[in-house]
């Protein structure tokens, strides 16, 4: 094997965590000349303003489309709801707990000067997310307009490719697989684009380091903090209540629960950890399986409540870094940019990564941000996957007992019975 395929097949994650490394030595050694590597983290961040907007509206469309309203079915449908909701909460935990603890305040990043937008109230925030203009939204990288307008595209395609009417079906199955075709054109630049992350992350943190010093390593601690305390909030509050609330046995919910959340810390990809997820659904949890081969896979794609955490909690870190206190109205833009663009992350490695630009860009926080992020964001992705992961099987658990698709008599829920039993 040669070189450079042996260096392509090393995982993305780990280079970018030895140019971080890398990246702090030679801000450590050469101090503020380090400054000579800013044409290398400007082409990096330049390659990541590149793929954000089409990014965000193939994706979306694409998923939008994928599901299917006729099969949907009332189980279907309140799976989804309650995935939005909980994403929702997440988001809003996740940006409460950063604005308490402030994870990135002490340092100014480097380099970077913040305008600020002028101000405006919430309801003129909420009325600015419908744009006027579809196409000059994409253009302006106005990334909320964006996103609603991709979904509504998506699910318009998604009812006529279960029209009645022949013509119209195979338009719209054509068009789908345009979108197809061209969100795997898009993931081929992200690879791209992540394979350039290592020496943009290396360049960003030695040109910082260099000038704020070691003190700057300090806020890490602060948003790793900030997004595990957010998750087991997610988890061991939300999620406790909701299993409560469908009279489930929390206890032995995550007693069943244990390998795959173990299986997605550790591969850090929702996609990855399906079979699992599944596994456990079906020997443990005794749900049926109708019910989660649609539930599970849905979940892996829309339900990223791990992933909402993470970026509000960036983009205040962001805002901390610069300087600003987040309006009521850039909050609520967050947050729902947040719920949007984790709906739009892939279940694979360091998706979330990728979609911090939509959290950042939707209230015009600097992307430079991105690069200081990467470094850590194997912990900050372990954490957050293995909250998605959970959410995925807690909803569907909830879902299965209230339409009576569960067999309590399988699984963990017998494990108590056995023992009486003998």
């Known amino acids: 094997m040669g070189f450079w395929k ?8 780990w280079k970018i965590t030895i140019g971080f490394i890398i990246g702090i030595i030679v801000g450590l050694i050469v101090g503020p000349q380090a400054v000579v590597l800013q044409p290398l983290g400007t082409f990096f961040l330049r390659l990541l303003k590149m793929i954000v907007m089409p990014l965000i509206f193939f994706t979306l469309v694409l998923g939008a489309a994928s599901i299917n309203p006729k099969t949907l079915g009332k189980a279907g449908g309140v799976v989804i709801v309650i995935y939005i909701i909980t994403s929702f909460i997440a988001a809003t935990i996740g940006i409460s707990l950063a604005l308490a603890f402030h994870p990135g305040q002490g340092f100014t990043l480097a380099g970077v000067t913040y305008k600020p937008p002028k101000p405006v109230n919430f309801l003129q925030t909420v009325l600015s997310w ?3 203009n579809p196409f000059g939204a994409l253009a302006q990288f106005q990334v909320i307009p964006t996103i609603i307008f991709a979904l509504f595209v998506g699910i318009s395609l998604a009812y006529l490719r279960v029209s009645e009417v022949s013509r119209i079906k195979e338009a719209a199955e054509v068009t789908y697989k345009v979108f197809d075709a061209l969100s795997e054109v898009m993931y081929k630049i992200v690879r791209f684009v ?50 409560l609330i ?67 909690a960036v983009a205040v870190f962001a805002a901390d870094i610069v300087g600003r206190t987040l309006t009521a ?20 490695p360091s998706a979330g990564l ?64 056995k023992e009486e039993a003998a």
């Open 130 to 132: 419908i744009p006027t």
């Open 194 to 243: 992540l394979e350039v992350a290592p020496y943009g992350v290396f360049a960003l943190i030695a040109i910082n380091i260099g000038k704020v010093g070691i003190g700057l390593l300090i806020p890490y601690g602060r948003l790793i903090g900030v997004e595990a305390l957010g998750v087991a909030i997610q988890i061991g509050v939300v999620y406790t209540s909701i299993l």
């Open 354 to 417: 990728i979609m911090l630009t939509v959290t950042l860009g939707s209230v015009g926080l600097p992307f430079e941000v991105i690069g200081l992020v990467a470094g850590i964001d194997v912990i900050l992705d372990m954490i957050r996957t293995m909250n998605n992961v959970t959410g995925d099987l807690t909803v569907t658990t909830f879902t299965a007992k209230l339409f009576h698709l569960i067999d309590f008599s399988k699984g963990v829920w017998a494990e108590g019975k």
């Open 246 to 312: 469908g009279r489930i046995n929390p206890i032995k919910f995550f007693r069943a629960a244990a390998e795959p959340m173990v299986t997605a810390f550790v591969t850090r990809s929702s996609s990855g950890t399906l079979p699992v997820t599944m596994r456990a659904a079906e020997e443990k949890l005794g749900i049926d399986r109708g019910l989660y081969s649609f539930t599970l896979p849905l979940g892996a794609t829309i339900n990223m409540d791990g992933t909402a955490i993470y970026m509000t």
């Open 329 to 348: 109205g850039e909050i609520a833009t967050v947050v729902t940019a947040a719920v949007m663009a984790s709906v739009g992350a892939a279940g694979v």
């Open 6 to 13: 042996r260096y392509l097949e090393f995982p993305v994650i």
